[in-house]
């Protein structure tokens, strides 16, 4: 299930590309300051989706390797970044890519590195940084549980969701992933400790946007049928008693460290 949740996003590329948020520039700012990252410095984003990171790092300057497994999705990056001649993009998941003896200044990662084995993917990611070199890993980490629309249709994921998932999209479950990174960090002996950037900010959705949202979900899509379809039914109704707008509040976390 694992694997198949990951590769999913490819199958609504198109509309990943039109709902998903894209980072707030102060994160963006922070990675940069962080990794004292140097002017034209090269990166490899892994898991780059569509582009919604690259994009900004590349509009400052930065050379870019971005890797992405699904073909519709990379083929959209390559699209968004075609006014960046320097960003490549390389239809290839991170553990199958072959590093090839190439190294970089910034190994980045934004809502992907968590379909990564930690272990691993801190080894990979040291083995392919320059000394100095730093590792960015930003989630996009949903806050809202004290809205109204929140509490209105948690009784909707706890009838469809099983076991019922502890938070709407799985949220807390990010969190808790994050932590997980942030330790295998620390445990490899490979980098320096981990400085940490959060930034606040929100968003209304209209105009069934919310609904595309939830579409571009991994755990949503799997979700088996009857209940799949059921469990939108429901959420659309509630989306209609709100008068069609859906408010959220989140919080964008990066996950910093240099390599020794």
Request: proline fraction near 6%; charged fraction near 25%; aromatic fraction near 10%.
């Amino acid at each position: 299930m694992l694997r198949r949740r990951q590769y999913v996003f490819n199958e609504v590329a198109a509309l990943y590309d039109e709902v998903r948020p894209g980072y707030p520039p102060a994160i963006i700012d922070a990675a940069i300051a962080q990794a004292r990252l140097p002017s034209g410095g090269r990166i490899l984003e892994i898991g780059c989706g569509t582009g919604q990171i690259t994009v900004p790092f590349a509009a400052r300057g930065y050379s870019i390797l971005a890797l992405e497994p699904g073909e519709d999705m990379a083929a959209l990056a390559a699209r968004n970044c075609r006014n960046y001649p320097q960003v490549r993009v390389l239809t290839s998941s991170f553990e199958a890519w072959p590093a090839d003896g190439r190294t970089f200044d910034m190994v980045l990662s934004a809502m992907a590195f968590h379909w990564i084995a930690p272990d691993a993917g801190c080894a990979k990611a040291a083995s392919v940084l320059k000394p100095g070199g730093a590792i960015a890993l930003v989630w996009h980490l949903d806050v809202s549980q004290d809205t109204s629309f929140w509490q209105a249709t948690e009784p909707i994921y706890e009838a469809y969701f099983h076991p019922p998932e502890k938070s709407h999209t799985t949220v807390a479950s990010l969190a808790e992933r994050a932590a997980v990174y942030a330790e295998a960090i620390d445990c490899s002996g490979a980098f320096g400790p981990v400085q940490e950037a959060r930034q606040a900010w929100e968003k209304t959705f209209r105009n069934g946007d919310y609904l595309k949202l939830l579409h571009t979900f991994s755990d949503h899509r799997t979700l088996p049928e009857p209940d799949k379809t059921r469990f939108f039914r429901a959420i659309e109704d509630a989306v209609e008693r709100f008068d069609g707008a859906v408010h959220r509040r989140y919080e964008t976390l990066l996950l910093l460290a240099r390599r020794r």
